[in-house]
């Protein structure tokens, strides 16, 4: 009696695991279609007579059996779906940290067209949560809830991300997601509610006027692109994005993109003046304190973004032929090259459509090269925070930031003189191997 039931205990339990798999399944997008091995009959040989109750219902060992192979069919039918949902989309990270032109490069992978899913800065919301609920942040937490959101946002689930967004969406609706006029995605027609007169007035997208962004349709959107691109300056340290690289559903591609901390330091000072007051006074009057806080956390920013160059580029088994690292100061001056290099590197063909776009947005006027415009004259760019950045700042920067400098070929400069010289290039020509 005993083995009766425990048998029988053990089907019951086969038939939910399988009932939870069927529900999984039902889950996986609708785009692709999934074969779905046809159900044997569960029919009794003439060998297998034994009958056990369950529920004052009789079922054989055979149908045991057959319910546990087809229990097993059906998850090799969803492994080999998802292995068939992902292949061939790519997702590419763009890693950066401010004032380093990320948002420029960003729009190499915006200006794709209607195979990619770009997203500008969905991160902003976490962070600003973390901000609002602790008075600060808090590292660890931060890098666990970026990882996350990241992973969700790549397989096209807005709804961690939701959480996040204040105030709270409603019915997946919201007026308040971060630039999204930034993302050409966001601004398709399949996406653009109506606006509201003289509610949503202020939030309209480059090519249209829409109004609050449906988030499910978004997530929709998202599904029909083949690739997915974010663009992020919020991860200080690649190697907790590790589970990204080994989630089988994904194909990351990470591309960090690093800039002259001098320069870096020099367009902070002008974008954010009012959190980099102290800099502007030290540079205008005054002997920086090398012990003082904004000193410190500029080093701590070196570091942050050394490190994880480090470990990108000494490609550990998990990042293999998945990291890229590239200058900012390489694409201001060979911007098609390098372009060209990181489409190569991220597994995508090379639009006419971004190629049009790089043409167009690197020679731009000076009327046009605003602190936040995506549209730059590139090769001036290179040059330019030479002749703003006082000598004594560049000193304290190449002080506390020189193993950065060293990794990523900046040199050094000894005097002002030679800071202020543009017949003395500080970049050295270098090459990053990434794949």
Not at 30 to 54: M, Y
Not at 112 to 121: A, S
Not at 168 to 184: A, G
Not at 257 to 271: F, H, I, K, T
Request: glycine residues 4%.
């Amino acid at each position: 009696m005993r083995i009766k039931y425990t048998i029988s205990v053990v089907f019951f339990v086969t038939l939910v695991i399988i009932e939870k798999e069927n529900n999984i399944i039902s889950r996986v997008s609708d785009k692709l279609t999934l074969k779905q091995t046809p159900q044997t009959p569960l029919h009794p040989s003439g060998s297998s007579h034994l009958l056990l109750k369950h529920n004052g219902s009789f079922t054989s060992l055979n149908k045991m059996d057959s319910a546990f192979t087809l229990m097993k069919r059906r998850l090799e039918n969803y492994s080999e779906h998802q292995r068939l949902a992902t292949r061939g989309k790519k997702h590419i990270l763009l890693l950066a940290t401010t004032r380093t032109g990320s948002s420029f490069v960003g729009e190499f992978f915006n200006q794709q067209g209607d195979n990619m899913f770009f997203l500008f800065e969905p991160l902003w919301h976490v962070e600003k949560m973390l901000t609002l609920e602790t008075g600060g942040t808090n590292a660890t937490a931060s890098a666990k809830a970026y990882r996350d959101v990241l992973q969700k946002l790549f397989l096209c689930d807005f709804s961690l991300l939701e959480s996040f967004i204040e105030p709270l969406p409603v019915d997946h609706i919201t007026p308040n997601l971060f630039r999204r006029e930034s993302s050409s995605s966001l601004c398709e027609e399949s996406v653009c509610s109506p606006v509201v007169k003289g509610v949503f007035e202020r939030y309209r997208c480059k090519t249209r006027r829409c109004g609050p962004l449906n988030l499910t349709m978004a997530s929709e959107s998202c599904l029909q692109k083949e690739h997915r691109a974010i663009k992020s300056v919020r991860v200080r340290q690649l190697e907790n994005l590790r589970p990204l690289a080994e989630d089988p559903r994904l194909d990351v591609r990470f591309i960090q993109l690093v800039r002259d901390p001098r320069a870096v330091l020099a367009s902070r000072m002008v974008a954010f003046a009012a959190k980099y007051k102290n800099w502007k006074q030290w540079a205008k009057d005054g002997d920086v304190p090398i012990d003082d806080d904004e000193v410190r956390k500029l080093k701590g920013n070196c570091d942050n973004i050394r490190m994880s160059a480090e470990i990108g580029l000494r490609q550990p088994a998990w990042l293999r032929r998945r990291y890229m690292l590239v200058r900012y100061e390489d694409i201001a001056r060979f911007p098609m090259r390098k372009a060209t290099e990181m489409y190569r590197f991220a597994g995508i063909p090379f639009t006419p459509q971004v190629k049009s776009w790089i043409l167009k947005n690197t020679q731009a006027s000076k009327e046009t090269s605003g602190v936040y415009s995506t549209q730059k004259n590139s090769s001036e760019q290179v040059e330019k925070w030479r002749f703003s950045l006082p000598f004594k700042i560049a000193q304290v920067v190449q002080r506390v930031c020189g193993p950065t400098l060293k990794l990523f070929g900046y040199k050094f400069v000894s005097s002002e003189e030679m800071l202020m010289n543009k017949s003395i290039s500080l970049i050295e020509d270098k090459v990053f191997n990434f794949f």
